[in-house]
Protein backbone atom coordinates (compact mmCIF):
# COMPACT_ATOMS: atom_id res chain seq x y z
CA UNK A 1 0.00 0.00 0.00
CA UNK A 2 1.30 3.15 -0.98
CA UNK A 3 1.70 6.49 1.43
CA UNK A 4 -1.14 8.04 -0.68
CA UNK A 5 -3.50 5.49 -0.31
CA UNK A 6 -2.59 4.83 3.45
CA UNK A 7 -3.40 8.66 4.22
CA UNK A 8 -5.91 8.70 1.72
CA UNK A 9 -7.68 6.26 4.43
CA UNK A 10 -6.39 8.06 7.29
CA UNK A 11 -7.99 11.30 6.06
CA UNK A 12 -11.43 9.59 4.99
CA UNK A 13 -11.70 7.90 8.40
CA UNK A 14 -10.77 11.17 10.00
CA UNK A 15 -13.78 12.68 8.35
CA UNK A 16 -16.06 9.67 9.04
CA UNK A 17 -15.33 10.11 12.35
CA UNK A 18 -15.53 13.94 12.68
CA UNK A 19 -19.22 13.88 11.05
CA UNK A 20 -20.27 10.87 13.10
CA UNK A 21 -19.13 12.21 16.65
CA UNK A 22 -19.08 15.97 15.82
CA UNK A 23 -16.05 15.95 18.20
CA UNK A 24 -13.10 18.52 16.98
CA UNK A 25 -11.36 17.78 19.35
CA UNK A 26 -10.81 15.85 22.92
CA UNK A 27 -8.88 16.17 26.44
CA UNK A 28 -8.01 12.78 27.88
CA UNK A 29 -5.89 12.38 31.50
CA UNK A 30 -4.72 16.46 30.08
CA UNK A 31 -3.80 15.92 26.77
CA UNK A 32 -5.40 17.35 24.30
CA UNK A 33 -5.79 15.78 20.26
CA UNK A 34 -7.28 18.48 17.74
CA UNK A 35 -8.35 17.38 14.32
CA UNK A 36 -7.45 19.40 11.59
CA UNK A 37 -10.48 21.33 10.21
CA UNK A 38 -13.30 20.11 8.01
CA UNK A 39 -12.01 22.09 4.91
CA UNK A 40 -8.48 21.02 5.73
CA UNK A 41 -9.14 17.70 5.70
CA UNK A 42 -11.30 17.90 2.30
CA UNK A 43 -8.74 19.53 1.19
CA UNK A 44 -5.83 17.18 2.00
CA UNK A 45 -8.85 14.21 0.27
CA UNK A 46 -8.71 15.98 -2.60
CA UNK A 47 -4.68 15.92 -2.91
CA UNK A 48 -4.73 12.05 -2.16
CA UNK A 49 -7.55 10.98 -4.54
CA UNK A 50 -4.92 13.18 -7.29
CA UNK A 51 -2.37 11.37 -6.10
CA UNK A 52 -4.19 7.49 -6.19
CA UNK A 53 -5.37 8.16 -9.29
CA UNK A 54 -1.74 9.20 -10.92
CA UNK A 55 -0.84 5.51 -9.37
CA UNK A 56 -3.33 3.82 -10.29
CA UNK A 57 -2.88 5.60 -13.88
CA UNK A 58 1.01 4.54 -14.28
CA UNK A 59 -0.01 0.67 -12.91
CA UNK A 60 -2.46 0.48 -15.79
CA UNK A 61 -0.19 2.66 -18.56
CA UNK A 62 -2.59 5.15 -18.51
CA UNK A 63 -1.34 8.38 -20.49
CA UNK A 64 -2.99 11.40 -20.23
CA UNK A 65 -1.19 12.58 -23.14
CA UNK A 66 -3.33 13.67 -25.89
CA UNK A 67 -1.87 14.54 -29.32
CA UNK A 68 -3.73 16.36 -32.39
CA UNK A 69 -3.23 17.63 -35.29
CA UNK A 70 -4.67 20.23 -37.15
CA UNK A 71 -4.40 20.88 -41.02
CA UNK A 72 -3.74 19.14 -43.58
CA UNK A 73 -1.31 16.04 -43.55
Known amino acids: MSHAT???AA????LESLAANGVA??????????YKSSKDLL?????YLREVKD???QANEVSRIVR???GSV
Open 55 to 57: EQD
Open 68 to 70: AQF
Open 6 to 8: TML
Open 11 to 14: IEAT
Open 25 to 34: SMTINGRTIE
Open 43 to 47: ELRAK
